[in-house]
Each structure stands twice: as C-alpha cells, then as structure tokens.
C-alpha cells in the first residue's frame, strides 16, 4: 500500500519544535483519493508530525497507494509510477508545495505473488525504484518505509521481503517494522489503532533522523 509524500510550503517557518502544540487547522489531500488510498496511515502520520512544528505550519500529503500492487507494477513508466510523478508535480507546479519524503507501506503482494522472482527481487527492484523517483529533480528526497510484511504467510516468502526491506542501506532511507501491531480478522491489514500506531512510529522515524539533525 504505497506511498503518501508529506509536502510543507516553502514558506512554512522551520525546523520544528518537538512538544509544540498540535496546531488546529486540518491537513489538506493534494489530489483526489481511492477507497485503496483512504485507509493508510498517513493521516495519523501527519497528525503527529504537526505536533512537532509551531502553530501555523502547514502538511500536505500527495496519495498515490495502489492496493494489492507489486513493485513491478511500480516500475518506471507503469501507470502507477506516472500517476505518483503527474501528481507530484502537480503538488510542486501547482500547489506551491515542497516534496520532503515519500512514506511507503508496502511488502505484501510481493511476498504473496505466484511470480516466482518477485520476492527474490524486491530489495534489487526498490532501490531501482527509488533512483528512479529521485532523478533528475528530487535526489535527495528521502524515504520512510514502513515494512508491510507483518503476517501470517508462507513464512519464506514473507522472510525474504522483510530481508529485502530491512537491509535498505540507502542514504536517507529508513524502515519502521510493523511486526506485531493489530491486525484485522483477515491476517494482513492493519486495524484502524495499528494504522494509528504506525503513523506514530513512521513520525519518530522521521523526525529523529531527518528532523532533528539539522537543528544540531
């Protein structure tokens, strides 16, 4: 379930202070959204953020999730690697937006594919995609990730692409494991609190690495 790009306007005043009051203005969607795209954590993700800017900053979040996809269906020149770079450009063009990571939650369809070499590929597969997304304009755009392998499966497969996820040694990459938060009756999706959750620890992440080193 891939990816949400948090976006602040250039104008908003950095860096953020954590334990800032949460700020009461809403978070706006950039784009429009699937029923695919409305069950993410990225508004718990944003909403926690928030705390750690002063009143007045601004999130934006560009949703781009294809449910039930694989990275093939990722690569370049696929309909959902165009779609990401239409609308995140029209969120730069045209909302004034500045791009400053994309949130991936992904993992599932891949240890769960029938293609023999999908799960075998992932880790080769992500980090083509991921040079793809930060050339030529975005190069250093970062990247939180949220490992979505955290179910009952063939234990192989689903190892393998937490393997794959989990040795991401890229700068300015990092992973958030899922394992162990609440799951619903069907054994794969996050429950609404798990959502929640990793909202919560895709913030810390974020903030921790990408955040507070450049108050230092």
């Known amino acids: 379930m891939p990816p949400g790009a948090p976006t602040r306007p250039s104008s908003a005043s950095p860096p953020p202070t954590p334990g800032s009051p949460p700020p009461s203005h809403s978070i706006p969607i950039l784009t429009s959204q699937s029923p695919a795209e409305r069950s993410q954590p990225r508004i718990p993700f944003a909403h926690a953020l928030l705390s750690f800017y002063p009143p007045g900053a601004e999130i934006g979040l560009v949703p781009c999730a294809g449910g039930g996809s694989t990275l093939t269906d990722w690569a370049r020149g696929s309909r959902l690697y165009s779609q990401l770079v239409r ?12 791009i400053k990571a994309v949130i991936w939650f992904h993992g599932k369809s891949d240890a769960l ?7 075998a590929a992932y880790g080769s597969r992500m980090k083509k995609f991921i040079g793809d997304l930060r050339r030529p304009r975005f190069v250093d755009l970062r990247f939180d990730l949220g490992i979505g392998c955290n179910f009952v499966g063939d234990e192989g497969l689903v190892e393998k692409v937490r393997e794959a996820q989990l040795g991401m040694d890229l700068t300015g990459v990092i992973c958030v494991d899922s394992l162990g938060l609440q799951l619903n009756d069907d054994g794969i999706h996050l429950t609404t609190q798990g959502q929640i959750e990793l ?18």
């Not at 594919?113 to 799960?119: F, G, I, K, L, Q």
């Not at 620890?201 to 450049?214: C, D, G, K, Q, W």
């Open 87 to 98: 609308r995140t450009k029209e969120s730069v063009y045209g909302g004034g937006c500045e």
């Open 199 to 216: 909202g919560r620890m895709l913030t810390e992440a974020y903030v921790y690495n990408f955040v507070r080193p450049t108050q230092q």
């Open 113 to 119: 594919s029938e293609e023999a070499t999908a799960t």
